[in-house]
């Protein structure tokens, strides 16, 4: 069974900086788009990230200029650099791989999410 792991989270002030990390038990990341997305309490899962496998990228509006993603398929691994944390930044943070890449918009491939990181950014 292919699982997806996150690591990275933790708490930070504002301002403060975290990088999180994408993994896999098999090589799904190779050749595959990957996104991140993120919930708060009481909202719905949002998009933040996504890279295609040709290094293509997307950001959420609320994010650009401070996120940044990238990958390395010779370690079969994803990050997203988070720069200038805000408390609305405080959320679950999922890693997706699989998904749909369409023109820079990212549609969750259904199975292959990790079971989420936590970010807080304490104001």
């Known amino acids: 069974q292919v699982r997806v792991v996150e690591s990275g989270g933790g708490l930070v002030q504002t301002g403060g900086s975290l990088r999180l990390s994408c993994g896999s038990s098999?090589?799904?990341?190779?050749?595959?788009?990957v996104a991140w997305f993120r919930q708060a309490p009481g909202q719905e899962r949002e998009f933040v990230a996504g890279?295609?496998?040709?290094?293509?990228?997307s950001y959420a509006d609320s994010v650009k200029g401070r996120f940044t993603i990238s990958r390395l398929d010779a370690q079969n691994t994803a990050s997203l650099q988070m720069e200038s944390l805000k408390p609305e930044d405080t959320a679950v943070y999922y890693c997706?791989?699989?998904?749909?890449?369409?023109?820079?918009?990212?549609?969750?491939?259904?199975?292959?999410w990790g079971q989420g990181t936590q970010v807080t950014v304490s104001s």
């Open positions: 098999a090589r799904i990341l190779t050749r595959n788009a």
């Open positions: 890279i295609h496998w040709t290094g293509s990228t």
């Open positions: 997706n791989v699989g998904g749909n890449w369409n023109g820079g918009t990212y549609i969750p491939h259904r199975t292959f």
